[in-house]
């Protein structure tokens, strides 16, 4: 059966590595977020830091760490996320996640594969997918560039520390509330061959980009 | 312990600041105390954040009814303690008796306190990394002695008791002003200014004409820091509603199979 690459190894790598970011940012920043419900995530930071560090407590020893490793992961993001941003951009024209068919007809496709659990007459992506990506760009910038006011905090004034706060946590919630939607759609059955072409083989079954992206299928026929 | 409150009333106050010098000595007796220096090293040092009521000095008003505005800032020991919410290492204490308290030693020098205050009062010494403010003389408090600033004030514009006895006599003082001086005036902070804040620990009485131009502001509002909460509570909403979806999704999927 012939394979229908879906997506470069530059974007799976890169996928697979926001993930991780992704997982220090939540545990390093939820003690940050939300002070008085995850602290006791700090003890896990706090205990190897001990043995340079005998003095502090998992409080003020714990919070450091943390700090280090959310900027230091931050610091990450960035320099990885240059080098994939300026090749999207050189290849915005194949991206499949602009509007299409409008969006009353998206959701009715939308409904039909996950609620009548049907093939739907999907793009590459569908409108949720599409949602989803917009508010990753957006989001990440964001946090980028919010994150760097606060992490350099002294140059600039308190009053923009506290705007920057703001909008650090609204992209915190946003990313908070579509997350566990990515993730969810993203291991259910419906979608085992999108898992597929992310985390394993890059591919979609010629096959299955017929049936179940068949507005996909259409602009590649044209493309040929 | 019931609840404590200071009261500083800007009519009787002579702009002294005996307040402000004291607050310095004690703070430098707090680190001899504690093994931190002798004498006259811990004077001899420069530690300007260790005077937790200071003066403020600049002009309100345009040129020609402008006049010179002293502000005394100090903390106002908040009911709520934006501060203490916000501090990841829970180095700010709430006490209940309503103080609130900074403990140096467990401050990290985040300056999410400084965010998180309408009242621009914690200080931030970078030489140290450490985020200094007025902590009531919590020490003094619990051995039964008031604040050392209540001590040096010679216009008795300091007072230190219970909120009751301090709220009582704010307004006793606000009355008597008024009646003797025929403008109104505000007891400031008994009520709750704002609600990020909740009412305050440290009550001002003053003229009401007057109160913004010695920047108690009326709802001490400020934008940022009620929008945080606000996006905070917000959140936690959508997000458990989007959980909600998820497991409302997987339920409805379970034994369910692609139709091709």
């Known amino acids: 059966m012939q394979e229908i690459q879906t997506f470069n190894r530059f974007q799976r790598t890169f996928h697979m590595h926001y993930l991780h970011f992704m997982f220090v940012f939540f545990l390093t920043g939820l003690p940050q977020v939300a002070p008085h419900a995850f602290r006791w995530l700090l003890y896990f930071f706090w205990i190897p830091f001990t043995w340079f560090s005998p003095e502090t407590t998992y409080l003020s020893g714990g919070m450091k760490v943390a700090m280090v490793f959310h900027r230091l992961a931050g610091l990450g993001l960035i320099v990885y996320a240059i080098p994939f941003a300026l090749r999207e951009i050189k290849n915005m024209a194949s991206w499949q996640i602009w509007p299409e068919g409008g969006m009353a007809e998206g959701i009715r496709e939308l409904l039909k594969h996950y609620i009548g659990f049907k093939p739907a007459n999907f793009g590459k992506y569908n409108i949720g997918q599409k949602f989803l990506a917009w508010t990753t760009i957006v989001t990440t910038a964001i946090m980028i560039v919010t994150g760097c006011i606060l992490m350099f905090k002294d140059a600039f004034e308190p009053n923009t520390w506290r705007w920057a706060r703001f909008f650090h946590d609204v992209g915190f919630f946003i990313f908070l509330v579509i997350l566990p939607i990515h993730i969810y759609m993203a291991l259910h059955p419906l979608n085992r061959k999108g898992y597929r072409a992310m985390f394993e083989t890059g591919t979609f079954p010629e096959e299955y980009v017929k049936t179940h992206h068949p507005k996909w299928w259409g602009k590649l026929q044209r493309k040929l | ?260």
């Open chain 2, 1 to 260: 312990m019931t609840r404590v409150s200071m009261l500083y009333d800007m009519q009787a106050c002579v702009r002294c600041f005996a307040c402000s010098v004291q607050c310095g000595i004690e703070n430098r007796a707090r680190l001899a105390r504690d093994g931190r220096g002798n004498t006259e090293k811990v004077l001899a040092d420069r530690r300007p954040e260790l005077r937790y009521i200071f003066p403020i000095l600049r002009v309100g008003g345009t040129f020609p009814t402008a006049m010179p505005v002293t502000e005394l800032r100090h903390c106002m020991h908040c009911e709520n303690a934006p501060c203490a919410r916000r501090c990841p290492a829970a180095a700010i204490e709430v006490k209940p008796y309503g103080v609130v308290v900074l403990h140096e030693e467990k401050c990290i020098g985040c300056r999410a306190c400084l965010e998180a205050c309408p009242f621009d009062v914690p200080n931030f010494n970078a030489k140290f990394g450490k985020t200094y403010k007025c902590f009531m003389c919590y020490d003094r408090i619990e051995a039964g002695l008031s604040p050392a600033c209540v001590e040096a004030c010679l216009a008795k514009a300091l007072y230190f008791g219970t909120r009751e006895e301090v709220l009582e006599e704010a307004y006793r003082r606000a009355e008597n002003y008024e009646k003797h001086l025929g403008e109104k005036f505000q007891v400031y902070g008994a009520e709750k200014v704002s609600d990020a804040t909740g009412y305050l620990h440290w009550v001002t009485v003053g003229p009401a004409a007057y109160l913004e131009d010695y920047a108690l502001r009326p709802g001490a509002e400020r934008g940022q820091i009620e929008a945080l909460d606000a996006v905070r509570t917000i959140g936690w909403v959508l997000f458990g509603a989007s959980a909600a979806g998820i497991i409302g999704h997987f339920l409805y999927s379970l034994g369910k199979e692609e139709q091709e």
